[in-house]
């Protein structure tokens, strides 16, 4: 007899990061980890922080694909998150319905989780800005979906057109959410120095009164 295959799959291993690494990049904007990544990482600009207040976010990865109109596999991933995790929520950009509301959101930030991710729509405004968990998503509606999977949790995926494997830091604020590869960190880490360097110097030339980029100048 062939048994019907399980409805959610489970990466057996997940990878993370040092603490060191997480610590090196709490508090680093956006557009800094952005530049150190060479120019780009960062998720479709339509992602954007649901609360606005509640925005600024730096924590690990860890991927969940539900699929569009049902959010089993989300549920799934509680189970595997651990304190500091983001749970990163793939739907394929899905728009129908809400993969998350203020309950679920709850459940993952009891569970350790300091932000949720998703490429589809999420609801309950109120109860979210209660939780207090950044809550990154596509858009907003009171649409609700099926608990039914298939799904998978842990596995790479593609995320508002960035990959993103369980493991990658993913750092969020008011301009959108950026994908750290977990390959990558080190090398980040490094450019970011230099990145702090320029962009502290420029600062000080423009406060200075400088009207035009060394680029411009004669």
Known sequence: MIEDAPKIRIAKELRRPRPEQMAALRGVPTGFVVDALGGSGGLDYRIKPVVSEQAAFCGVALTCDAGP????AVFAALRLLQPGDVLAAATGGHSGCAVAGDLLLGMARNCGAVAFVTDG????????R???LPCFALGVTPNSPAREGPGTVGFPL????????????????Q????????ERIDEVLVRLDAV???EAELEAKVKAGLRLPPFLEP
């Open 175 to 182: 301009d959108g959410v950026v994908v750290v590869p977990f």
């Open 69 to 72: 109109a049902d959010n089993l």
């Open 121 to 128: 729509c999420v609801r309950d405004i109120p109860g979210l």
């Open 196 to 198: 702090r360097t320029a």
């Open 130 to 132: 209660e939780v207090g």
């Open 158 to 173: 593609v995320l508002a057109g960035a990959a993103i494997a369980t493991g990658d830091i993913l750092v969020g604020d």
